[in-house]
T-cell receptor, first 111, second 112 residues
Framework: EDQVTQSPEALRLQEGESSSLNCSYT??????LFWYRQDPGKGPEFLFT???AGEEKEKERLKATLTKKESFLHITAPKPEDSATYLC????????????FGKGTKLSVKP | DTEVTQTPKHLVMGMTNKKSLKCEQH?????MYWYKQKAKKPPELMFV???????INESVPSRFSPECPNSSLLNLHLHALQPEDSALYLC???????????FGPGTRLTVL
């Protein structure tokens, strides 16, 4: 069965304290891995798409990387405005293009 | 225009009411989706339209009825809902099925 697991469930950081979020997956034929940011009560905001192992994408303080079993979202010198829930989703070969979401990591950055 | 818009932002309805949620995108995307999201849970797929044809109905109760009038619009008709249907309803679109999806802001639905 296709599965996506995110860890940790919650992460509290001080402003400027860099860290990483993990998304591990077991799917039959990865077609793509997607990272989203979601603020409370709002729709997910698209961040990155990764397609193959070794691929990296960057945007401001965020960097996403992909291996054959997992993806990391690295946050460098976070600011309070980076506080949000970060969702990872994968598209598997047998999913007909549908996204399989992880449960998310809730990030809190304190000033 | 790189936005997906949804109306209304908030909706409160009784169990006997009929209401509709609306979604619109002008990015030329040919796939559109309805998701339901409960608090502290990830989005759950309800319906997918690909080139204006319903591709998947994820065994959603018949009290939810989707409609895709054209390639830019998506409606979700609601009838005889239950309190447990209260949730954030999200619309998303993608260039075609299988590419990155862009979400709207959602409609917060409360069923009394």
């Amino acid at each position: 069965e296709d599965q996506v697991t995110q860890s940790p469930e919650a992460l509290r950081l001080q402003e400027g304290e860099s860290s990483s979020l993990n998304c591990s997956y077991t799917v039959s034929g990865l077609r793509g891995l997607f990272w989203y940011r979601q603020d409370p009560g709002k729709g997910p905001e698209f961040l990155f798409t990764l397609y193959s192992a070794g691929e990296e994408k960057e945007k401001e303080r965020l960097k996403a990387t992909l291996t054959k079993k997992e993806s990391f979202l690295h946050i460098t010198a976070p600011k309070p405005e980076d506080s949000a829930t970060y969702l990872c989703a994968v598209q598997a070969g047998g999913s007909q293009g549908n996204l399989i979401f992880g449960k998310g990591t809730k990030l809190s950055v304190k000033p | 225009d790189t936005e997906v818009t949804q109306t209304p932002k908030h909706l409160v309805m009784g169990m006997t009411n009929k209401k509709s949620l609306k979604c619109e995108q002008h990015m030329g995307h040919r796939a559109m989706y309805w998701y339901k999201q409960k608090a502290k849970k990830p989005p759950e797929l309800m319906f997918v339209y690909s080139y204006e044809k319903l591709s998947i109905n994820e065994s959603v109760p018949s009290r939810f009825s989707p409609e895709c009038p054209n390639s830019s619009l998506l409606n979700l008709h609601l009838h005889a809902l239950q309190p447990e249907d209260s949730a954030l309803y999200l619309c998303a679109s993608s260039q075609v099925r299988g590419t990155e999806q862009f979400f709207g802001p959602g409609t917060r639905l409360t069923v009394l």
